[in-house]
C-alpha cells in the first residue's frame, strides 16, 4: 500500500513537470525565446498565501539559515525540474528490488 501511494505521488508529479514543460515551451515558441518558469513565480500564482506562510515557518521554527541561502535558490530553479526531480525521487522510493535466491547470481 504504501508504494502505491510513493508511486502515485510520482505519476502525480511527472505530470505537473510534463505540464509545466508544455506551458515554458508554448511561452517560449510564442517570444521566440527560451522561457523557464522559476518555482517562486509558479507557487505564487497558484497559492499565493503558502510562500510566504512557509518561508515565515522556517525561518522561526527550522532554522533561520534554510530560509535564506537554501531555499531562495530552490525557489530559483524551473519548476518542470523541480517536479521531474521529485517524481523520480518517489519512483526510486517505491521502487523494489527482485531477490535472487541464495547461491545463484543471474547474469
Known sequence: ??????????????AIAVMFIVLDATRSLGISKLVLTPLEISWREFFPDTLEAFSSWLTQSVH????????????????????????????????????????????
Open 64 to 107: 533561520p539559515f534554510l530560509n535564506d541561502p537554501i531555499l531562495v535558490t530552490f525557489l530559483t530553479l524551473p519548476t518542470f525540474a523541480v517536479f521531474s526531480v521529485l517524481s523520480a525521487l518517489f519512483y526510486v522510493l517505491a521502487y523494489k528490488r527482485k531477490r535472487h535466491a541464495a547461491g545463484f547470481v543471474k547474469r
Open 1 to 14: 500500500m504504501f508504494r502505491f501511494i510513493l508511486r502515485f505521488i510520482a505519476v502525480l508529479c511527472l
